[in-house]
Nanobody, 118 residues
Framework: QVQLVESGGGLVQAGGSLRLSCTAS????????MGWFRQPPGKEREFVAA????????NYADSVKGRFTSSKDNAKTTVYLQMNSLKPEDTAVYYC???????????WGQGTQVTVSS
């Protein structure tokens, strides 16, 4: 079974930047695209961004548009989430996930904590 491993979380001041990485343990695992989600303290998990492996097509939640950028490195089976102009409300556990061409996200990473101090 494929494993997704996130890294890059940490503590940063408001206005700062972090880059998250998510690496898959296998090259071929039926993934069409990858998504980033987050779960703020005491809240439900929410969509942040997504990217497709083939074309690199991306989409973002309105709350992060213009501040976050998702990218990929197919050779490394890794996706990235560059987070700029971070705000305290971005504080959350961030997860990456994989989805097939049709269907819902079926593989999830363990999450990485991002804390933005004011």
């Amino acid at each position: 079974q494929v494993q997704l491993v996130e890294s890059g979380g940490g503590l940063v001041q408001a206005g700062g930047s972090l880059r998250l990485s998510c690496t898959a343990s296998q090259r071929s695992f039926g993934s069409y695209g990858m998504g980033w989600f987050r779960q703020p303290p005491g809240k439900e998990r929410e969509f942040v961004a997504a990217i497709t492996w083939n074309t690199g097509s991306t989409n973002y939640a309105d709350s992060v548009k213009g501040r976050f950028t998702s990218s990929k490195d197919n050779a490394k089976t890794t996706v990235y989430l560059q987070m700029n102009s971070l705000k305290p409300e971005d504080t959350a556990v961030y997860y990456c996930a994989s989805r097939p061409f049709s269907g819902t996200y079926n593989y999830w990473g363990q999450g990485t904590q991002v804390t933005v101090s004011s």
